[in-house]
């Protein structure tokens, strides 16, 4: 943990714990009176926006300052897609047939997370969307390996509970999708996509915009299953219309396994997986 810095005020926490023992009174009860990071109802509102933008940023940032993480490899995919053992109770067949990349998931998270404590535990750290299905795999598969991972969990009416994998100290949760996608790639040395729904299509493509407008750095990026993705997407259509470059099908890579992947990333060239 990072030490507090001494200074001659009283901290904020301070001024907090004297205001219990103030007298009550027509004044001291109006809300007009609470301190105002003390007030929620205050930072609640439309104008406090920018603030708790701010704070969703700040919170994670220093967290994971403070543990000493400086780069990360992010895992999107399904929350649908269950455990193999669960696959006959699948909600229809082909979630029970993509039951198997649950399995493939926790194996890739275990090798990046086993190469990340032989390292000292501070690079190539898992990140998922801390929720169910292929992100509980992912953390599940890092806890496998002695390490640790994150979860980066987002408030919404289902699906969105804390797996029990995510090392409790990293599991954060946010309001805003923006702040959150950009905790998922301010670390980032390689992203993995395994099959999912919208969100893990809207994660993919903002991922995959931002390198092809060379907005963020070339990095290892993996679409697990390949059939899955080219009967969803007809990716040579998109090259073939002109809405997109023939190159731009060069920016990611198909892996069936979790040791595919692993070559693919071991075989990028060296700068483009190093922070800058």
Same mark, same amino acid.
């Given at each position: 943990?990072?030490?507090?810095?001494?200074?001659?005020?009283?901290?904020?926490?301070?001024?907090?714990?004297?205001?219990?023992?103030? +007298?009550?009174?027509?004044?001291?009860?109006?809300?007009?009176?609470?301190?105002?990071?003390?007030?929620?109802?205050?930072?609640?509102?439309?104008?406090?926006?920018?603030?708790?933008?701010?704070?969703?940023?700040?919170?994670?940032?220093?967290?994971?300052?403070?543990?000493?993480?400086?780069?990360?490899?992010?895992?999107?995919?399904?929350?649908?897609?269950?455990?193999?053992?669960?696959?006959? *109770?699948? *909600?229809?067949?082909?979630?029970?047939?993509?039951?198997?990349?649950?399995?493939?998931?926790?194996?890739?998270?275990?090798?990046?997370?086993?190469?990340?404590?032989? $390292?000292?535990?501070?690079?190539?750290?898992?990140?998922?969307?801390?929720? +169910? $299905?292929?992100?509980?795999?992912?953390?599940?598969?890092?806890?496998?390996?002695?390490?640790?991972?994150?979860?980066?969990?987002?408030?919404?009416? *289902?699906?969105?509970? +804390?797996?029990?994998?995510?090392?409790?100290?990293?599991?954060?949760?946010?309001?805003?999708?923006?702040?959150?996608?950009?905790?998922?790639?301010?670390?980032?040395?390689?992203?993995?996509?395994?099959?999912?729904?919208?969100?893990?299509?809207?994660?993919?493509?903002?991922?995959?915009?931002?390198?092809?407008?060379?907005?963020? *750095? +070339?990095?290892?990026?993996?679409?697990?299953?390949?059939?899955?993705?080219?009967?969803?997407?007809?990716?040579?259509?998109?090259?073939?219309?002109?809405?997109?470059?023939?190159?731009?099908?060069?920016?990611?890579?198909?892996?069936?396994?979790?040791?595919?992947?692993?070559?693919?990333?071991?075989?990028?060239?060296?700068?483009?997986?190093?922070?800058?």
């Amino acid at each position: 943990m990072t030490e507090q810095k001494l200074h001659p005020f009283p901290d904020a926490g301070q001024d907090i714990r004297t205001l219990d023992d103030t +007298p009550e009174t027509a004044q001291t009860r109006h809300p007009a009176y609470r301190l105002g990071f003390a007030d929620d109802d205050f930072m609640l509102r439309d104008d406090l926006r920018p603030v708790r933008l701010q704070l969703e940023l700040l919170k994670p940032e220093i967290l994971m300052n403070e543990r000493g993480i400086t780069s990360t490899v992010v895992m999107f995919g399904g929350a649908r897609i269950p455990q193999p053992e669960s696959a006959h *109770r699948a *909600r229809t067949e082909t979630l029970g047939q993509l039951s198997r990349f649950y399995d493939i998931a926790r194996e890739f998270a275990r090798r990046v997370t086993e190469r990340s404590v032989a $390292g000292g535990g501070h690079e190539n750290v898992i990140v998922t969307g801390g929720g +169910p $299905g292929v992100m509980e795999a992912g953390n599940r598969g890092a806890q496998d390996a002695g390490g640790v991972s994150i979860g980066l969990n987002i408030v919404l009416p *289902r699906e969105q509970v +804390p797996n029990a994998f995510i090392t409790p100290e990293l599991c954060f949760n946010f309001h805003y999708f923006a702040i959150r996608k950009m905790h998922f790639l301010m670390r980032a040395r390689a992203i993995v996509v395994f099959p999912g729904g919208f969100g893990t299509l809207d994660e993919l493509f903002e991922a995959l915009t931002l390198i092809q407008t060379k907005r963020m *750095r +070339p990095m290892p990026f993996i679409l697990f299953g390949r059939d899955f993705w080219t009967r969803i997407i007809n990716w040579q259509a998109l090259a073939e219309a002109g809405t997109i470059n023939p190159e731009d099908l060069e920016l990611f890579h198909f892996a069936e396994t979790a040791q595919e992947a692993m070559a693919i990333i071991d075989s990028f060239p060296a700068e483009t997986t190093k922070n800058t």
